[in-house]
């Protein structure tokens, strides 16, 4: 039977490796939990694990690693920001929470399986975004913000045509009035080559004063 000490050493060095493989594409994908992050979580999620293992056996370890889930939640949430339109971070989040996972299970000494949970999250991190932007081709959500001149109170109506003209489904629709200008925004949905055609009538469209999404 292996030794206590050499067994957790060995857990502790697969936590590095995993936790390091996860957090090197994190990085080079330039997110907030990159390499560093995301391998101290893996690493500190195993530590704990071991030590509730080795603590009293009631119910020690059932509470140490609900506090372990409870607390990574409160650190992916961190992650998570709003950037315009959109939500950003939750791939990350998500990654910070799989990441204690895959430390508790490497301290639980589930080591093949955690080893399997690795290489599946890797492939699903370096391989699922070429997916995602087949689909973005063929649909992609964009809300649009325009301001148009307020001479032309038929400009809305022709804004909307442009869509049409597109090919692109309109989602929602809000329209303002100033002294100044019209603004309107339109919640879309179509092929990337429509979003990107729509955008570029708007650019040349003389009467359009500022366009936004």
Same mark, same amino acid.
């Given at each position: 039977?292996?030794?206590?000490?050499?067994?957790?050493?060995?857990?502790?060095?697969?936590?590095?490796?995993?936790?390091?493989?996860?957090? =090197?594409?994190?990085?080079?994908?330039?997110?907030?939990?990159?390499?560093?992050?995301? &391998?101290?979580?893996?690493?500190?999620?195993?530590?704990? &694990?071991?030590?509730?293992?080795?603590?009293?056996?009631?119910?020690?370890?059932?509470?140490?690693?609900?506090?372990?889930?409870?607390?990574?939640?409160?650190?992916?949430?961190? =992650?998570?920001?709003?950037?315009?339109?959109?939500?950003?971070? @939750?791939? &990350?989040?998500?990654?910070?929470?799989?990441?204690?996972?895959?430390?508790?299970?490497?301290?639980?000494?589930?080591?093949?399986?955690?080893?399997?949970? &690795?290489?599946?999250?890797?492939?699903?991190?370096?391989?699922?975004?070429?997916?995602? =932007?087949?689909? +973005?081709?063929?649909?992609?959500?964009?809300?649009?913000?325009?301001?148009?001149?307020?001479? +032309?109170?038929? *400009?809305?109506?022709?804004?909307?045509?442009?869509?049409?003209?597109?090919? @692109?489904?309109? @989602?929602?629709?809000?329209?303002?009035?100033?002294?100044?200008?019209?603004?309107?925004?339109? *919640?879309?949905?179509?092929?990337? *080559?429509?979003?990107?055609?729509?955008?570029? @009538?708007?650019?040349?469209?003389?009467?359009?004063?500022?366009?936004?999404?």
């Amino acid at each position: 039977m292996m030794d206590p000490i050499y067994e957790n050493l060995i857990k502790i060095g697969m936590a590095v490796i995993a936790g390091g493989l996860i957090g =090197a594409e994190r990085e080079y994908q330039d997110k907030a939990a990159g390499f560093r992050t995301i &391998t101290l979580i893996t690493i500190g999620s195993t530590l704990f &694990t071991i030590f509730s293992i080795s603590l009293d056996p009631g119910f020690t370890r059932t509470r140490v690693a609900a506090n372990i889930v409870t607390g990574i939640g409160f650190l992916g949430a961190g =992650a998570i920001v709003r950037e315009g339109g959109r939500v950003g971070g @939750l791939t &990350t989040a998500a990654t910070i929470w799989l990441s204690a996972a895959l430390g508790m299970g490497i301290g639980a000494g589930e080591l093949l399986f955690s080893t399997a949970a &690795t290489v599946i999250t890797l492939i699903i991190l370096l391989g699922f975004p070429y997916i995602e =932007a087949i689909i +973005d081709r063929r649909r992609e959500a964009r809300s649009y913000k325009v301001v148009m001149n307020v001479k +032309d109170l038929k *400009k809305p109506e022709k804004v909307g045509d442009a869509l049409r003209e597109c090919s @692109l489904k309109v @989602l929602e629709h809000h329209q303002a009035k100033s002294e100044s200008a019209i603004i309107g925004t339109w *919640k879309t949905i179509g092929t990337m *080559k429509n979003q990107e055609k729509f955008v570029q @009538l708007m650019i040349r469209d003389k009467d359009i004063k500022e366009l936004d999404y």
